[in-house]
């Protein structure tokens, strides 16, 4: 099993920043892909930022240019640098990671959510 602890979120003011963490352990062999999306209440989950393996990335069209993701593999982390943030970000964001064991299964995994609320 793979565990996904965030980290980060809070109360912030419009035009603020935070900076969310994501650390993965457990039956780690390989991290494919890890990455956050978020739920606002009343809409669905949406991608936010996801970074593979190789360091590609790929963001949300409402995020890009304001979001920042990036990770540490010595420590099977990810972060994501929120800047510019405005109220329309508020939602819970939760950690996702594509994870391969040690018998080379591959799987998806969720953290618990953190959330993020952007208001005056």
């Known amino acids: 099993q793979v565990q996904l602890v965030e980290s980060g979120g809070g109360l912030v003011q419009p035009g603020g920043f935070l900076r969310l963490s994501c650390a993965a352990s457990?039956?780690?062999?390989?991290?494919?892909?890890m990455g956050w999306y978020r739920q606002a209440p009343g809409k669905e989950r949406e991608l936010v930022a996801t970074i593979t393996s190789r360091d590609s990335t790929n963001y949300g069209d409402s995020v890009k240019g304001r979001f920042t993701i990036g990770k540490d593999n010595s420590k099977n982390t990810v972060y994501m640098q929120m800047n510019s943030l405005k109220p329309e970000d508020t939602a819970v964001y939760y950690c996702h990671a594509v994870v391969q064991n040690f018998l080379l299964h591959s799987a998806n995994y969720w953290g618990q959510g953190t959330q993020v609320t952007v208001s005056s």
């Open positions: 457990g039956n780690i062999f390989r991290i494919d892909l």
